[in-house]
């Protein structure tokens, strides 16, 4: 699915196993401290990994063959990783609920 970020990068999304959806929402972890608060582990670890399991493709420097490389997750802004990984969840839910 091709899509654009607001920043006018145009991305393409790739269709996720549910064994790769998976592994991208057990990244990220919970916690408490000791005053009630909570806490969240993993949190650009969990960014990067829904980058690479799900963007197919787009406007890079870079190649992505398959896999996604480092060169291409240095090409965006945090803004575009957040607004990216916003992409893929909700194309991830339209996909497998169809």
Not at 13 to 22: G, I, N
Not at 24 to 30: E, G, I, M, R, T
Not at 53 to 81: C, H, M, Q, R, Y
């Amino acid at each position: 699915m091709n899509k654009n970020l607001t920043t006018g990068r145009k991305v393409v999304l790739k269709e996720m196993s549910y064994d790769e959806m998976d592994a991208c929402k057990d990244v990220q972890k919970f916690g408490t401290t000791s005053d009630g608060s909570t806490v969240v582990y993993n949190f650009h670890k969990s960014i990067t990994t829904w980058i690479r399991k799900g963007l197919a493709g787009g406007e890079f420097k870079s190649k992505i063959n398959g896999s996604v490389p480092d060169s291409v997750l240095k090409e965006l802004t945090e803004a575009e990783k957040l607004e990216l990984v916003e992409l893929i969840k909700n194309y991830k839910q339209l996909y497998y609920h169809l």
